[in-house]
């Protein structure tokens, strides 16, 4: 579709109007009944505003599974929408739950207090297991179902839900391709799991996994851990617990997990969580960030169409390794570097760019639409309207429709 010009690399969409409504919307919230907890739940779903185009060939995505939804959906959504289109981070779905009982569901261990939790508050810790069951045996088959998944999947959680994503990430390695976690609550059952960490990680092979683990400053100011160390007490030991988490992945880095640690000086536990999404997000995107709308360098008509293609093969060879599946070179991108050329009267290197889409994506309607334009702008109308009319039997356009009654 020629609608689609170069300038579209520049512009940004954070959300979706509504054709009906005069409101904006970024989700939708849906219900399911989990057998395995006894009670129903209540999720939020986001759609990459891509997943509703028709005239482009069907996308897979990965899907993000967030915890905490109530909190940390709208900004999550929000930064996945702004900076997908900008080609930062790969398009995701993002599920986000809502708790009932955080406490309950994401801690591994049942306690009946600690230093940061009363009796009252701990009475029904300890359903940690019940909840990775509900999402391996219902939530996610759920997902999959119904919407157009990749077979990549991601978890973020901050504090407790911090401490289940580790959880998760040592015991329940195989469930989540990545792992975003965010000033986790380390602290929790006097410290159990990463005193645990050093015999999973000595042990277990992750075949490539990703975490991102974010560290705040929870204290006025940054505690020296070799004075922590010299006095005994749960307060010190909680401290602590980080860096023995951090160690035990220094003296695993054999076992294919790919890891980072940041601290944010400046940031408390309740402000560190959207720096850290999208910290988060860069380090695990960090091979897809080569398609940025920033690389000028790479997607502009004064560059060989050859270069532009053989970065675009070997950056989604990167990307296809990096995220454990195959991922063609995007449509949209390659369909707009096609016009780039083809306004340029530069005929040979657009066909390159539209030939590369005949090829990937078979069944898209934009497919013959650009190469019956591409066609149209050679003067070749018996091929301009053989394209077109191929379009049109895939989809019903009026101005595909309009441009081949005016080839007649």
Excluded at 39 to 54: G, I, W
Excluded at 173 to 184: G, K, Q, V
Excluded at 201 to 230: C, M, P, Q, W
Excluded at 258 to 270: D, R, V
């Amino acid at each position: 579709m020629k609608n689609f010009l170069f300038l579209l690399f520049f512009l940004t969409t954070i959300i979706s109007y509504s054709q009906e409504k005069n409101d904006i919307s970024i989700g939708k919230t849906y219900k399911t009944y989990s057998k395995i907890l006894g009670e129903e739940r209540q999720y939020f779903v986001y759609l990459p505003e891509s997943a509703s185009e028709k005239i482009f060939g069907k996308q897979k995505y990965p899907v993000i599974y967030l915890l905490d939804g109530e909190q940390h959906f709208q900004g999550l959504a929000a930064m996945m929408e702004n900076m997908g289109s900008l080609r930062v981070f790969q398009e995701c779905i993002i599920v986000a739950i809502p708790n009932i009982d955080r406490i309950r569901d994401f801690t591994p261990t049942h306690i009946t207090s600690g230093i940061f939790l009363d009796s009252v508050s701990a009475k029904s810790s300890g359903g940690g297991k019940k909840f990775t069951a509900f999402l391996q045996k219902e939530l996610i088959p759920e997902i999959e179902s119904k919407y157009p998944t990749a077979p990549y999947r991601m978890l973020i959680g901050h504090s407790l839900g911090g401490l289940f994503v580790i959880n998760t990430l040592l015991k329940h390695t195989e469930l989540f391709n990545s792992y975003i976690s965010i000033d986790p609550a380390l602290w929790y059952d006097n410290s159990k799991l990463t005193k645990e960490a050093e015999h999973i990680l000595s042990d277990k092979k992750f075949n490539n996994r990703n975490v991102f683990i974010s560290v705040a400053n929870g204290f006025k100011n940054k505690l020296d851990t070799a004075e922590v160390r010299k006095t005994i007490t749960p307060f010190n030991d909680a401290v602590l617990a980080m860096d023995r988490l951090k160690s035990a992945l220094q003296r695993n880095g054999n076992k294919k997990l790919l890891w980072k640690i940041k601290y944010y000086e400046e940031e408390g536990h309740n402000t560190a969580p959207f720096i850290s999404e999208y910290d988060g997000l860069h380090y695990i995107f960090r091979d897809y960030n080569f398609l940025s709308v920033d690389n000028y360098d790479l997607f502009n008509a004064s560059v060989k169409d050859k270069t532009i293609l053989d970065a675009l093969k070997a950056g989604y060879k990167q990307i296809s390794k990096s995220m454990g599946y195959e991922i063609l070179p995007s449509e949209s991108i390659v369909n707009n570097m096609g016009y780039v050329f083809l306004r340029a009267n530069k005929f040979e290197s657009a066909y390159h760019f539209f030939q590369m889409n005949e090829i990937n994506y078979p069944y898209s309607f934009n497919v013959y639409d650009a190469l019956g334009d591409y066609h149209s702008a050679k003067g070749e109308k018996e091929e301009a309207k053989k394209y077109y009319i191929k379009a049109l039997s895939i989809l019903d356009y009026p101005e595909t429709a309009a441009k081949l009654k005016a080839l007649k």
